[in-house]
């Protein structure tokens, strides 16, 4: 049984999602280092922000965390690394198919490039056909 606050309204019961806000500046930080690949538009997202590439979603900014797209082609960059994936939802098991960026690529312009390119081709790979 559900127990009401003291307004008279009930509690919100099953899935918390847990603030995906982050700082200005690690957002900004993020796009100039995104700089090279252009076309990176960022698109508000429950608190967080997503990541576009010509339309194509790449990647989240949550928590100042970058996180990237994986699949089979990616995945293992990720986890050789020791990378966790994204999990939106504290009291969830699932995760979704991003994974967190390591620092040393992260302040490395060239790095995170090529990390963010392997992160759109798998995007592209995931989209419906049209």
């Not at 919100?12 to 957002?27: H, I, N, V, Y």
Request: no cysteine; charged share 30%.
């Amino acid at each position: 049984m559900r127990k009401s606050d003291d307004k008279g309204g009930k509690r919100p019961r099953g899935r918390t999602l847990r603030s995906l806000k982050s700082t200005e500046a690690f957002r900004s930080f993020v796009l100039d280092q995104l700089e090279e690949i252009g076309d990176v538009t960022p698109r508000s997202m429950f608190g967080g922000v997503g990541l576009y590439h010509r339309g194509v979603f790449f990647g989240i900014i949550a928590r100042d965390v970058l996180y990237l797209k994986v699949d089979e082609g990616n995945r293992s960059d990720y986890t050789r690394a020791g990378m966790k994936p994204f999990k939106p939802y504290r009291d969830r098991p699932g995760t979704m198919q991003y994974y967190a960026v390591p620092l040393a690529v992260l302040e490395s312009a060239m790095d995170l490039t090529t990390w963010a390119r392997k992160a759109v081709a798998a995007a592209e790979r995931g989209a419906p056909r049209r």
